[in-house]
């Protein structure tokens, strides 16, 4: 009876519709599971498709940055013609590792939520790539044009067509490479997979020291032509600091000369002892009028430098003494600079490395390993007459000047000097031109203290005695940044040890200006010591030779300045230790490094937050 009953309600309307309904519901739920299957399979292939080229692209990735090592390594060695050689492949490579890491599948990979996070770096960091890549190409044509040993016609001459031609080329690189650099800074630093992680790490690494060369150079050639006369002559002042006594620059100023670049042609009219700069009378008083601010009058207005060469440049900051100096000398000539330049005699013995000796008008030689020894100490052995010593100077530096523009050497490797030189801050520049001085300050040549919120610590010293023993003083300071807020705390320990020998020393070395001590011994000398310490830095302690001390306190450039008023006694070694509370400014610790006879040895601890 049910039988025949369900038979009869199948074979109705509403039977029919239920049963059709079924059918349905079974199709769907089969046609669900295929689907399911297939949006797997598609996933599963996705992932499998990302993984394969994600890891072609790692290799990609490994020989774009295996060229860029070696290319920075030929750089170095000034083999310009191989590095061309070896970066003309790395557009392709960086091409490939972009095309591998694009399209749907990476593109849907990125934005799963946190799991994406790899994927998304992975994609990022090959896009920058590729487009930093497809400047390369333009840019090691402008390398090309740039060599030094094309540029050099002869050796006191620059062609400058070739620098005004790469200024469009490197500002649009540099343009291109900010960005890549910005969008990989944009990415997250952080993942769950530690590899991709690292290699984004490397690659804003790489594209920062890129953006920084290429930058500077852009900067560099905009202004160079300029400096070198393509407008007009440009007149210049070049000091000789001698840092057998130290100043805040570097040394006392001794001998200049005065140069003139015109249409790439550089040329010296007059070598002048420092007697020039220092009209008769008991002070030597040659007042320019210029005022740099209260602050820098507190600090240093009891040396009178803007009216006394031999104290124009107290002060670390060396856009204070080069306005002095082109003052100065405008008063005693009538001639008005349009920059000024300093170096020291390790300046010259850096060229002379390249150029070989230079021979002077008595017939002997000087060179790379004695123009220091020679100069800021010998001399005064061999010279007992001020006038015949300051003579013989002169006579150093318009027999190196020569020297360099003779031709002799390559010129690649003169500019390494010369970069060696401004890294370390014996070689100096400033410009009358606000646009050139805005690039100088940019740039390690300026000597200019930043005023700005980057943690900072210079120890500066000034001789205060007027001997010549900071030849045989040396330094270390020792830097300890602790702590992870917004106020940090800070130890810098500084020694200074004087070592000169206990006899045999010129009288006009071991001279003193100065009130000694009553139980001073020759050898013994009085220094004024500065450190200069981040804006807003506060004093907690400071200790001398491990007993509690006390420092006065300057302000200047917008730093504070914690002095110490030192006797340095010959044979020993003087311990300073300051405790500081300093905000945590922006960026890492800068280091500042007055240059000297022998440099100052520096060690950083710096908490990782």
Not at 131 to 152: C, T, W
Not at 265 to 283: I, K, M, N, V, Y
Not at 543 to 558: C, F, K, M, R, Y
Request: a neutral charge; aromatic letters at 6%; hydrophobic letters at 40%.
């Amino acid at each position: 009876m049910r039988r025949r009953l369900r038979r009869k309600w199948r074979r109705t309307w509403l039977g029919r519709r239920v049963r059709r309904s079924r059918d349905y519901l079974r199709l769907h739920r089969k046609a669900v599971r295929i689907g399911w299957l297939v949006a797997g399979g598609l996933v599963a292939l996705g992932l499998v498709w990302v993984a394969i080229t994600g890891l072609l692209a790692r290799q990609q990735a490994a020989s774009l940055d295996n060229r860029m090592q070696q290319v920075r390594v030929l750089l170095s060695e000034g083999r310009l013609a191989d590095a061309e050689n070896m970066a003309r492949g790395m557009p392709a490579i960086a091409e490939r590792a972009h095309a591998l890491t694009s399209g749907p599948a990476w593109w849907l990979a990125a934005h799963v939520p946190l799991l994406g996070d790899p994927v998304e770096v992975v994609r990022g960091t090959t896009s920058a790539a590729d487009q930093v890549g497809g400047v390369l190409p333009d840019l090691f044509k402008v390398v090309a044009d740039l060599d030094p040993s094309k540029l050099r016609t002869s050796g006191d001459t620059l062609r400058l067509g070739p620098l005004v031609q790469a200024v469009a080329p490197l500002q649009h690189a540099a343009r291109v490479i900010d960005q890549g650099a910005v969008s990989v800074d944009g990415l997250p630093e952080s993942t769950w997979l530690g590899a991709v992680d690292r290699g984004r790490a490397r690659v804003a690494a790489d594209l920062e020291i890129i953006r920084g060369y290429v930058d500077a150079a852009a900067r560099v050639a905009d202004v160079l032509p300029t400096m070198l006369g393509n407008d007009r002559p440009q007149t210049y002042f070049v000091g000789l600091q001698n840092e057998a006594e130290l100043r805040g620059t570097g040394g006392l100023p001794g001998a200049f000369a005065i140069a003139v670049a015109d249409h790439g042609t550089l040329h010296f009219t007059r070598f002048e002892s420092d007697a020039a700069l220092l009209p008769p009378g008991p002070e030597h008083l040659l007042p320019t009028g210029l005022q740099f601010g209260a602050g820098y009058d507190s600090a240093y207005g009891p040396s009178m430098p803007t009216s006394t060469f031999v104290d124009s440049n107290v002060s670390p900051h060396f856009p204070y003494s080069a306005r002095i100096w082109q003052a100065m000398w405008q008063k005693v000539s009538g001639q008005k600079v349009d920059g000024v330049l300093a170096l020291d005699p390790t300046v010259l013995a850096y060229f002379l490395s390249v150029t070989g000796p230079a021979r002077l008008p008595n017939g002997s030689v000087i060179d790379a390993t004695t123009v220091v020894p020679l100069t800021e100490r010998d001399e005064y052995s061999i010279f007992s007459d001020n006038i015949k010593r300051k003579e013989f100077i002169v006579a150093v530096l318009r027999a190196a000047s020569r020297k360099l523009v003779s031709g002799a050497g390559s010129g690649l490797a003169l500019l390494q000097a010369a970069s060696r030189a401004g890294n370390e801050q014996r070689l100096l520049a400033w410009s009358d031109d606000p646009h050139i001085e805005d690039v100088l300050t940019s740039s390690h040549f300026a000597g200019a203290i930043p005023h700005d919120d980057q943690p900072f610590s210079a120890l500066v010293l000034n001789n205060a005695s007027g001997g010549k023993l900071d030849y045989y003083l040396t330094r270390s300071v020792t830097y300890e940044r602790t702590g992870c807020g917004a106020i940090r705390d800070v130890l810098v320990t500084i020694n200074l040890t004087n070592a000169a020998p206990a006899d045999g020393l010129p009288a006009y070395v071991v001279s003193r200006l100065d009130k000694a001590p009553p139980d001073a011994k020759p050898g013994d000398y009085r220094a004024l010591v500065d450190l200069y310490a981040t804006p807003g830095a506060q004093l907690q302690s400071i200790t001398l030779n491990g007993q509690p001390s006390t420092a006065s306190v300057e302000h200047d450039v917008g730093h504070p300045i914690f002095r110490l008023d030192l006797e340095l006694p010959r044979g020993r070694t003087t311990t300073i230790a300051v405790h500081l509370r300093e905000p945590a400014g922006v960026g890492l610790p800068q280091i500042w490094r007055q240059p000297g006879v022998t440099p100052l040895q520096v060690q950083v601890y710096n908490q990782p937050c």
